[in-house]
């Protein structure tokens, strides 16, 4: 017996007494892959338990990792309220904040089953037929493992035999002066998850279990920094930025690298929301140890919804990443954010996800000046193309493709390395 039957039995009984009858239907089976770790999905299915006591409800976690509520006589406000929280623990996904092209909120459907219960009931029949058709798929495909005390056993042996640099991304962030040119504040290195997957663990999934993936991701912080350190940049960045847990700031392989560009780079340490509610106190340490140190912190994972439940300020990091949305243009929705940042100042704001150039005229308008962004990647490699004598042998798309790694073939067909870790400065932003 499966969820969706479960849902689907519901669903033929409340047809009988439709009065009051409420559904809520939550699709997080669209999140991307990172986004939708068991342990998130878990944590949102926990918030909602809440309105089952509240209005006599059932409540369905999916095959798909969808949920389902039915309810009776349920407030809609507090139903909003509850929904607006998930949006905040989804918060840097854009299935919170995008809207499909007719307008509908991709992140959540109600139904009104006095109205809606036929187009209720179907869905539901939809949701029993995809589960079945789910499980037989997984019974014939190559079976991709949860990430256990095995599996990650097997999974770190395989990065002490690899070679991860190939998996390492960089991404430059941008900072505009008043006279409006513009340069490489920092180089912020990552590990590319997808690439991650692929390379070291396709027969398991490494996200299925949020504390275990902590680990792993400690041992893959140490992996990272061991190679920024001996990577042999053609020329070094202004300043590095890294993505860490806490407790590696406390481990001798930080130290090496810290010691490596002492007086030759910047540092700085961007640390997930997430993270920091896990080991409130472990942040504060690692914070005040950098800034001992003369680095930098960044408080990441930071959207519009996010900021309207809590005070940035109170972390008291260096800066404050961010992630743009198109709905942010809305007079009210950047109100909010003008009283949410005002007291940090939005000279300390990064503004990330810059995809287009209105995200950059409106950061502008803000009073931020510091962005990263697909867009500002282009403009990287179209200047760089310009300035580099062997361009005409590569697109923009293949130069872009080029800066954002720091190791394997994309680089090595590059015409010349040197142009790649440049990063010259952007001569006018109109």
């Known amino acids: 017996m499966t969820s969706e039957n479960l849902l689907f039995d519901a669903a033929e009984r409340v047809g009988r007494i439709r009065e009051g009858r409420l559904a809520l239907h939550l699709h997080l089976s669209r999140l991307q892959p990172a986004n939708r770790e068991e342990g998130r999905i878990r944590i949102a299915f926990r918030l909602f338990e809440t309105m089952v006591d509240a209005y006599r409800g059932q409540m369905f976690l999916l095959t798909n990792s969808d949920i389902i509520l039915i309810c009776k006589d349920a407030r809609i406000s507090e139903l909003d309220s509850m929904v607006y929280k998930l949006r905040a623990l989804f918060s840097t996904d854009p299935l919170t904040y995008a809207e499909s092209p007719d307008g509908q909120d991709r992140f959540v459907t109600y139904y009104d089953l006095e109205a809606d219960y036929d187009s209720f009931f179907a869905l539901c029949g939809q949701m029993v037929s995809s589960a079945k058709k789910m499980a037989e798929t997984q019974r014939t495909a190559p ?7 095995q599996t990650l056993t097997s999974v770190l042996e395989r990065i002490g035999a690899t070679d991860i640099a190939g998996v390492v991304r960089r991404q430059a962030c941008i900072v505009i002066n008043e006279k409006m040119t513009a340069e490489v504040a920092f ?27 902590q680990h792993l ?42 010691a490596s560009i002492r007086g030759k780079a910047g540092l700085v340490v961007e640390f997930q929301l997430l993270d920091i509610f896990n080991d409130l106190d472990g942040f504060f340490r690692a914070r005040d140890k950098l800034r001992s140190h003369g680095h930098k912190s960044v408080l990441d994972g930071m959207s519009p919804v996010t900021l309207q439940f809590m005070d940035a300020e109170l972390f008291d990091t260096d800066f404050i990443k961010v992630s743009w949305s198109p709905d942010m243009i809305d007079d009210i929705k950047t109100a909010e954010i003008q009283h949410a940042l005002g007291p940090v100042g939005f000279d300390r704001v990064i503004l990330s996800r810059c995809d287009t150039e209105t995200s950059i005229s ?58 790649l870790d440049a990063f010259p400065p952007l001569k006018a932003i109109r």
């Open 143 to 149: 079976q991709i493992q949860p990430l256990d005390a």
């Open 217 to 258: 991701s400690q041992v893959l912080d140490l992996r990272v920094l061991s190679v920024l350190q001996d990577t042999g940049f053609r020329k070094m960045p202004a300043a590095f930025s890294v993505n860490l847990n806490m407790a590696t700031i406390e481990t001798p392989v930080f130290q090496q690298f810290e």
């Open 187 to 213: 180089q912020e290195f990552f590990m590319s998850i997808a690439d991650l997957q692929k390379v070291l663990a396709p027969d398991v999934n490494i996200l299925s279990n949020r504390w275990l993936f």
């Open 362 to 419: 409106w950061g502008l308008s803000q009073g931020i000046r510091m962005f990263q962004g697909r867009f500002l990647d282009s403009m990287i490699s179209a200047v760089t193309m310009a300035e580099c004598g062997k361009s005409s042998a590569c697109t923009l798309n293949q130069c872009t493709q080029r800066h954002g790694v720091i190791s394997g073939r994309t680089r090595a067909e590059c015409g010349d390395n040197d142009m």
